[in-house]
């Protein structure tokens, strides 16, 4: 038996610019920034960082991260026009994604999702969630999970997140593993130095056609594939070939009714450390070099820092209203592009890039080699 594609009814999300779907999408779009210095307790490479702004720095990491997982789920509940009591019927499942939330800072952590179980709880969700730590892939994961329960029959609607913070533990292990840059993140610009740590929650309401058109759901999008693929080269080096990053996205066409030349936007995963870099770009030439019609790249993390588990999900929803919107925010530090990169760039003076209608692909490559490519379309009316 044929099942379509997932269609995704709400969004939520918490940003270090704000909250609200229009008001941090037209602040990516003018080129603001939510990196700012956040004093540590500890000298680091970069006192930088992207913090929600609302979630004092003083609660514990795990209560932080409990209330930006719950405040995005609640608000892509409303968004789709749910109840929260939906969460408790047997068509539905709901997934959260993250890297080490809090269990790096908190010793007393027995389970790794005892944070998924928390949220689950306090939303009133009455199994057991699914919980996804692939690294900087979790919330990508978590899409893909959903969209597998979905197009296998096996769910009506599925709550798909990512959730992640800055805790003092990340901050110190990625300044010594020299991958945090010490004066901000530049994407694709040839003085990329590293990236920015950030925080945040995406949540993403995926339903079955059937269960959103009998009640007359809005769609906002529709997830036409996903594809996964690791790379197994090292602990936290991609593999420089960008082979699996190419598998990952021929598997999520795979199926999909689309082709590379479908796709008129890529969100880029984009962490400007001179590696991640290369290996996109080489990626994403082999993937759309030889094409007629380039795709149009952009990337958020100079803007909304690298929220680790949580960016699939932020990403997701940044391709969405670029979709919708037919336009993609300046990719924040870009002035001077790196050598031979394969495809068009918005500059950081830009504000809000034309792109054509079409479909968009999604890319998160995560420590540990895991790589998660999501294609997302948008109904045709919101293209009128």
């Excluded at 590696?275 to 993937?287: H, P, Q, Y």
């Excluded at 958020?300 to 999900?313: D, F, M, R, V």
């Excluded at 490559?365 to 919101?382: C, I, K, Y």
Aim: hydrophobic share 40%; proline share 8%; net charge negative.
């Amino acid at each position: 038996m044929e099942f379509e594609p997932p269609i995704v009814t709400g969004v939520g999300w918490e940003t270090p610019l704000g909250n609200t779907l229009d008001g941090v999408w037209a602040r990516l779009l003018k080129g603001e920034t939510g990196v700012r210095e956040v004093p540590s307790g500890t000298p680091l490479r970069s006192n930088l960082a992207a913090i929600v702004p609302d979630v004092p720095l003083e609660q514990p990491p795990g209560e932080r991260q409990h209330t930006l997982a719950t405040r995005a789920i609640t608000t892509a509940l409303a968004d789709a026009g749910l109840t929260p009591e939906v969460l408790a019927g047997p068509g539905t499942e709901l997934i959260l994604g993250t890297s080490y939330a809090a269990n790096l800072d908190d010793p007393d952590v027995v389970r790794l999702d005892d944070w998924a179980r928390g949220v689950a709880e306090a939303l009133g969700y009455p199994r057991p969630p699914l919980c996804v730590a692939t690294a900087c892939s979790a919330g990508s994961d978590a899409l893909l999970m959903g969209a597998e329960l979905i197009r296998s029959g096996q769910r009506e609607v599925c709550v798909c997140v990512g959730a992640d913070i800055v805790t003092p533990a990340k901050r110190l292990g990625h300044s010594l593993l020299g991958t945090m840059s010490p004066d901000g993140l530049r994407a694709f610009d040839s003085r990329h130095n590293g990236m920015i740590l950030g925080e945040g929650a995406g949540a993403l309401i995926l339903e079955s056609v059937n269960h959103a058109r009998s009640r007359c759901a809005r769609e906002r999008a529709i997830l036409h594939g996903a594809g996964s693929a690791n790379d197994a080269a090292g602990m936290t080096a991609p593999d420089p070939a960008g082979s699996s990053v190419v598998l990952a996205v021929e598997r999520a066409l795979a199926g999909s009714g689309l082709t590379t030349q479908d796709i008129s936007v890529v969100s880029a995963h984009g962490t400007a450390t001179p590696v991640n870099d290369a290996v996109e770009s080489t990626s994403l030439r082999t993937l759309f070099g030889a094409a007629a019609e380039k795709p149009t790249v952009f990337g958020t993390k100079g803007a909304l820092g690298h929220s680790l588990g949580a960016c699939g999900t932020i990403e997701a929803i940044t391709l969405i209203q670029a979709l919708t919107d037919r336009q993609v925010p300046p990719v924040q530090g870009l002035d001077e592009p790196i050598d031979d990169f394969p495809l068009p760039l918005p500059p950081a003076q830009d504000r809000g890039t034309p792109v054509p209608a079409g479909s968009g692909l999604s890319l998160t490559l995560g420590f540990g080699g895991f790589n998660t490519a999501l294609l997302f379309t948008v109904p045709a009316a919101d293209h009128e």
